[in-house]
């Protein structure tokens, strides 16, 4: 595994929780990351993602204002801080590795994808 996402869970709306991910085995500090989110029988969407240096950010606008990404290229990992949730931000999330170092939303574009970790946002 190269990269272990981590920090789902059950919530009510309104809620927040912060997903992890973090690089083993090698490093990703000069790849931009993203994080995308999938639920069954649909298609992986994108939800963020950060430049290699954390200097750019871009989001979804299904999530922009509500989730904030960031990384600590120190500790390779990567972050995803989701307040004020919603039921329909229940998905499994993934964190993933881009080719290279610039930001992009686009799934083709991610080369390193972690095993998803699912939040469940409840009414």
């Known amino acids: 595994v190269q990269l272990q996402a981590s920090g789902g869970g059950l919530v009510q709306a309104g809620d927040s929780l912060r997903l992890s991910c973090v690089a083993s085995?090698?490093?990703?500090?000069?790849?931009?990351m993203g994080w995308f989110r999938q639920v069954a029988g649909k298609e992986r969407e994108f939800a963020a993602a950060?430049?290699?240096?954390?200097?750019?950010?871009v989001y979804a606008d299904s999530v922009k204002g509500r989730f904030t990404i960031s990384r600590n290229n120190a500790r390779d990992a990567v972050y995803l801080q989701m307040n004020s949730l919603k039921p329909e931000d229940t998905a499994v999330y993934f964190c993933?590795?881009?080719?290279?170092?610039?930001?992009?939303?686009?799934?083709?574009?991610?080369?390193?994808w972690g095993q998803g970790t699912l939040v469940t946002v409840s009414s």
């Open positions: 950060i430049n290699w240096n954390g200097g750019d950010t």
């Open positions: 993933a590795a881009a080719i290279d170092s610039y930001i992009t939303d686009s799934a083709r574009r991610y080369k390193y």
């Open positions: 085995r090698r490093t990703f500090r000069n790849n931009a």
